[in-house]
Every structure is written in C-alpha cells, then in structure tokens.
C-alpha cells in the first residue's frame, strides 16, 4: 500500500496509541496497519462566511452571512467531550451517523480532543485514528481537508451576521474541500524530492559538455598543423583524429540535448498556461452542474439548484419553510448543521426522520394517514410522497391548531349582561315589593 519507515519503539504516545511506523511528522501506523494521524486541527474560532440558506440567519443584500464563532464557544468542555470518540467518514453521510448505520459510515475514531497549541491555538485539534484500507489510501493520495458534522444554535445579531454558541458534534468527514480549506486538514507525509531533479540533472549534463567541446576545440586547434606529421607508418590513429572524432560526437550530442532542453522549456510554459487558463475557467464557471467549489476560509460555497443525487436543495425561504414545517410535525426539532451548501439528500433524510418521529404520536398518525396510509416506510418512500406527506400533514396540523382557539356556539355579550325584557322588570319589581311588605 505505502513504504513504512521503520522507527524505535519507544514511540511519544501522546493519545495512548502503540505505533511501529512513521510515514511524516504527523502520521504513524499502527501494528495492524491503522493509520494514526495526530495533531488534525478540526475547526477554527473566528469569523466564517456562508450562503444564504446555509445558516438560519437573514442574509444581507449580496446574499452573504457572517457567523462568528468565539473560543468560549469553541472550547467549551461540553462541546469538546461531544467529538471524543465520534467516527471519522468518507465524505459527509446523508444524515446523522446513528448506532443504526455506524458500521456502514464509520472508517476511524477521534481521540483526544483538544484546544491546539502555538499556531494551532486558535483550532480545535484531536488524533484520528483511520481504520479502514479505502480511507488510508484516499488519505494516502491526498484527501486530507476536515468538515465537521455538528448541531448548533444560531443568534442573529442583525442582517448578515450572527453567533454560533451551543456545538456538538456527530462526526469528522474527509473531504477534497472542506469550508476551513487548508487549514483544517491532515498533516503532510514525509515530502518528496522534486521532481525537477533529473531535469537538472540533464541541464548539468549538457553544462559538462559544452565545457568538453571548448576543451576539445583548443585541443583540435593546436594540433591541426601537424597532423600529418602525426601519423604513424603502421596506420594507428593519432592524438588528434581521436580528438576530432570526439568533437564530432560532442557536437552530435549537445545539438540532442539542446533540442531535449528547447522542447523541456516549451512544455513547463504549455503547462503553465493550460494552468493559468484552468484557473480563469474555473472562475468564470458559474453554471452549478455539480462542479467541486474552492472553499476557503473567507469564501462561501454556492449551493447548487440540485444536489450531486438530482434532489432539490434548499436555501434561503425555502429551507426556513422546510423548518417551519418540522417545527409544526414536532415540536422543538432541530435540524442537523453541515458545511455544505448541497443538502437537498440531507433535507430529505430530515423529512424522513420528522415525518418517523410525528408518526410515533396519536396526533402525527392522524395526519399522516391520508397520505401515507396506515403502515408506511419512511426510509423507502418516494421522494414526492415524503414531501407530499410532510407539507399535507404539516398543513393539517396547522389547521387544528387554527381551530383549537376557536369556540363556536358561545354567545358574546357587551358588559357581560343583554337587556332586561319588560316581563324580568315586572318580575324583578313583584319580588322586591314583596320583601318589603315583609
């Protein structure tokens, strides 16, 4: 799989870990074969910028929120405990990683999760332990950057902006992009020489002969007088029929490696361009058909019309409706937070669960029956009945509620009394004439 670089025994075991192999200043392996990677900074404090629609926070009129993220936030010993242990997948799942689906998501562990040091003390770091053959080599060949999957609450202090308190975690996805970028990703393994080396190689080689050529030519020039005189009756050659033949095999030489080099040259400016021209594309692509956005730190990613599975996403009004709705299935549901703009399978995946949990009530069945019969399977159901279900049955429940504070049948009066009827005076005037007589 990868070259181990033998090391002693007595290895720092800063998370309890015995390992017998070092692949860089951060990665080590384990006698199984695991793949332990210490100091993986996972998120940061500060100020991070999301689309509208990822956050439930107003966005302001360039369709941006900025959502600060203090280290008291951070660091809260709550907030670390919740990540200790939590499984490490391959991308984000589509939902919560649960008891449920744990051995089909899980591919490691985080262990000792902590606030970073020197110029990681502004990160929340921790060792991942990597477990399955397909995720160390994806590591291996460069999926490093780190999202988190984590519930959280949100404080809009005005437009555009807002507080993220309250985080804890579910799990520690491996993405190609992550919204920290590079900051927040596995350490280097041990680097490689560059590969110009044998380019410089040649460049030297051609050097050495430009200098035996003019050591040849001078050599040629001091003897072409006498050469004749040179020559040996028993037909040998001379000193300088070899230098001339060596000259001509020089030259034959330098005009290859000068025409090798020429080519060389041409190609590195080739590549710098289609790069720089990949770059320009890449910036001007705007039209949302699933390309890998560049995410970074101070940069949002855009959410797309449909996710990478053809199902709708969600921003903006039409995901705070989808949160309403929820809220009316089942009171105080909250929605699971992930740094990816493409959730329309994560909205989904929630519909499913608020749609299980509504039904697990004697009020969510009866509005759920009309639309989904009286044994249904959320987990199979068609995207269009989950959604058909989750908007009738969220309306229905809406009415109820309408009606409850309604009381028909009750008849309001000014002042709390009506008018006296001529025959309740006369009665009212018998009984107290009456009393008086008395």
């Known amino acids: 799989m990868f070259k181990k670089k033998p090391k002693s025994k007595a290895t720092v075991d800063r998370s309890n ?32 910028l999301y689309a509208d629609g990822e956050v439930p926070v107003t966005a302001d009129n360039s369709g941006l929120i900025i959502i600060e993220r203090g280290e008291d936030v951070l660091f809260d010993p709550r907030t670390i ?16 990683v649960t008891p449920e689906n744990w051995k089909k998501l899980s591919n490691g562990t985080a262990h000792d999760v902590r606030r970073g040091e020197d110029e990681d003390s502004d990160c929340l770091v921790a060792d991942l332990l990597i477990t399955d053959k397909d995720m160390i080599d994806a590591v291996m060949k460069g999926k490093v950057e780190i999202s988190l999957g984590y519930d959280a609450d949100y404080t809009e202090i005005s437009v555009g902006k807002g507080i993220q308190t309250n985080i804890f975690g579910n799990h520690i996805a491996l993405v190609k992009k992550g919204r920290c970028g590079s900051r927040c990703k596995i350490g280097d393994s041990f680097m490689p020489k560059q590969s110009k080396g044998w380019l410089e190689s040649l460049r030297k080689a051609k050097r050495t002969i430009d200098e035996a050529l003019e050591k040849a ?20 050659t001379t000193d300088a029929a070899i230098n001339r033949e060596l000259l001509k095999t020089l030259k034959t030489v330098q005009t290859t490696v000068q025409t090798f080099d020429e080519r060389l040259s ?27 956005t560049e995410d970074d730190i101070l940069e949002a990613e855009q959410a797309q019309k449909l996710s990478e599975q053809g199902i709708q996403n969600h921003t903006g009004d039409s995901l705070q409706e989808v949160l309403s709705r929820a809220e009316v299935l089942v009171p105080g549901f909250k929605m699971p937070t992930f740094d990816s703009a493409n959730n329309g399978q994560a909205v989904l995946n929630t519909k499913r669960n608020v749609l299980k949990q509504a039904y697990a009530t004697e009020d969510g069945q009866k509005a759920l029956k009309p639309f989904v019969g009286a044994t249904p399977n959320f987990d199979t159901m068609p995207a269009y009945t989950v959604d058909a279900a989750f908007i009738g049955a969220s309306e229905l429940i809406k009415q109820q509620n309408n009606a409850a504070g ?4 009750i008849s309001t009066r000014d002042f709390g009394r009506a008018p006296m009827t001529p025959a309740e005076m006369n009665k009212r005037n018998r009984e107290y004439w009456a009393n008086k007589g008395n």
């Open 17 to 48: 870990f015995y390992t017998t192999g070092q692949l860089g200043r951060t990665r080590e392996t384990t006698p199984e074969g695991y793949l332990l990677c210490r100091d993986v900074p996972l998120a940061r404090i500060g100020k991070l």
């Open 266 to 292: 041409n190609l590195e400016k080739k590549k710098t361009k289609d790069s720089e021209s990949e770059t320009e594309d890449d910036d001007e692509e705007d039209d949302g058909k699933g390309k890998e």
């Open 406 to 409: 309604v009381r028909s049948g």
């Open 81 to 96: 405990a919740s990540f200790e242990g939590k499984p490490v997948t391959d991308d984000h799942p589509k939902g919560w």
């Open 217 to 236: 030519k001078s050599t040629d020039e001091e003897d072409v007088e006498t050469e004749d005189d040179d020559e040996d009756d028993d037909g040998k």
